[in-house]
């Protein structure tokens, strides 16, 4: 009689290609290939309902970003957005950081400054724009300080509220411990404080993108937002949709890469992004 072996469902040999397929229908690039599919699949058959002026197919989005690849043209859009965003940004975070600290620490400050900040704050940045390109010219440098004054409230406002929630015990018991004022500052306030900065600097950079693209709109030959406002002129709606899926694309990697670093830092004080 021969002898049949029978695998039963918990026969050790098909423990990989279980592990293999849980292992793919549990992973987040299923999870987005699946998402990204089921869109495409509602957006072409809602194109198909409409004309392409209305609603480019996303056959004719990808064919407007082939070409746009192609020429290179996307590429330097890109990158002249990604220049203001970042040089605002940077300036902004340099400034709004050690100022928020301090008006949260030193009261006379607060008192100085929290009146303007309440003012401003409420004012949109596009609201600078003509005053702006009086003040520093049709060059670069008046959409970088609208992404400056972007960032500076929101970063400000979450530093000083970050510093002014620092618990008196933990100072007190830092001193009680014989900690000097600089050890204070460096092991108790700015630790209690880095949440809030890195909440702060990440809400600026979601900001800054929506500022980038209006002031493009209106005072750029260049950068993403000037695409979209000059294919608007022309009915290319297609490259309108290269535009917004291109801002889509950069903001995602900005913030990817912006978590990437603040995690080299953000692990020391047990914070998970």
């Avoid at 060059?139 to 979450?158: A, C, D, H, P």
Wanted: glycine fraction near 8%.
């Amino acid at each position: 009689m021969s002898r049949q072996t029978v695998l039963s469902p918990a026969d050790p040999a098909e423990a990989p290609a279980r592990e293999g397929a849980r292992y793919l229908l549990d992973s987040r690039s299923f999870q987005y290939a699946t998402l990204g599919a089921a869109t495409l699949a509602v957006w072409a058959f809602i194109a198909s309902l409409t004309i392409p002026i209305l609603l480019p197919s996303p056959l004719d989005v990808g064919g407007a970003f082939l070409r746009m690849i192609s020429n290179g043209t996307i590429f330097q859009h890109i990158g002249w957005s990604y220049f203001r965003i970042l040089a605002g940004w940077v300036a902004g975070c340099a400034v709004g950081i050690p100022l928020g600290i301090l008006a949260g620490r030193i009261h006379v400050l607060k008192r100085i400054v929290e009146p303007y900040i309440d003012f401003f704050r409420f004012i949109p940045p596009i609201a600078f724009l003509t005053l702006s390109l009086i003040w520093f010219g049709l060059g670069e440098l008046s959409k970088v300080m609208l992404i400056v004054y972007t960032t500076l409230f929101i970063v400000f406002l979450n530093t000083m509220t970050g510093a002014l929630s620092v618990e008196k015990e933990r100072i007190r018991a830092a001193q009680c411990l014989g900690a000097t004022g600089q050890q204070v500052f460096r092991h108790v306030i700015i630790p209690a404080t880095v949440p809030y900065i890195i909440t702060g600097v990440r809400l600026a950079m979601g900001n800054s993108f929506m500022t980038v693209v209006a002031a493009e709109m209106i005072a750029a030959q260049s950068g993403v937002g000037f695409l979209i406002f000059s294919s608007r002129l022309f009915a290319q709606t297609d490259y309108v949709f290269t535009g917004i899926i291109s801002l889509g694309i950069m903001g995602s990697v900005a913030d990817l890469l912006l978590r990437k670093i603040v995690g080299l830092v953000a692990y020391r004080y047990d914070i998970k992004l």
